[in-house]
């Protein structure tokens, strides 16, 4: 629990310092941590289908899975708008990948870095559909964490 407790404070300290980055010290305010490649898709019509949302963490960051080792960590999330013809089920996330810093190997993370995917099982109405979502998500590279962000995702498929 001191492990984890020491920890937090870091973040916490990290993230207090990351603040004053953003406000245009060191990093830009603006810049994207995670990225989402949208691909149109086809689901058949009527009929349990499966979309695929691709999001890569941009190289030398990371973010947390959405079951991060502590209640304390920011969990990456998704959140999707309702959208008429299409029923969503439940969001099937990635295994994290484990991290550790190295001032304590032993003190594993559970992280996203690199590619992910998302799948997000559906059933649609016949036709052209889009579904809005955020994905909300907080960024850390080796050094410091920085402010939750929220990345507007917009998911086109066809259901035939």
């Known amino acids: 629990m001191i492990k ?3 920890i937090v404070a870091a ?10 980055q953003i406000a245009g010290l060191d990093a830009p305010a603006k810049q994207a941590y995670v990225v989402y490649a949208a691909e149109p898709q086809v689901v058949p019509a009527g009929k349990p289908g499966t979309l ?3 999001f890569r963490v941009v190289q030398g960051f990371h973010v947390n899975s959405h079951t991060p080792k502590s209640e304390l960590l920011i969990p990456t999330t998704l959140t999707l708008q309702p959208a008429g013809g299409v ?7 990635p295994a994290g990948k484990p991290y550790s810093f190295s001032y304590d190997p032993s ?6 870095a ?3 995917t998302v799948k997000l099982p559906v059933v649609a109405a016949a036709g052209e559909h889009a579904l809005d979502a955020s994905l909300r998500y907080q960024a850390c590279d080796n050094a410091a964490c920085y402010p939750p962000r ?3 995702v917009k998911v086109l498929f ?3």
Do not use: I, M, R, W
């Open 114 to 116: 690199g590619d992910f």
């Open 150 to 152: 929220n990345l507007p």
């Open 4 to 6: 984890h407790f020491a």
């Open 158 to 160: 066809t259901a035939k």
């Open 52 to 54: 695929e949302l691709h």
């Open 87 to 93: 029923k969503a089920g439940a969001l099937q996330f």
């Open 107 to 112: 003190e594993k993370l559970d992280v996203y």
């Open 11 to 20: 973040l916490t300290l990290c993230a207090n310092s990351a603040y004053a």
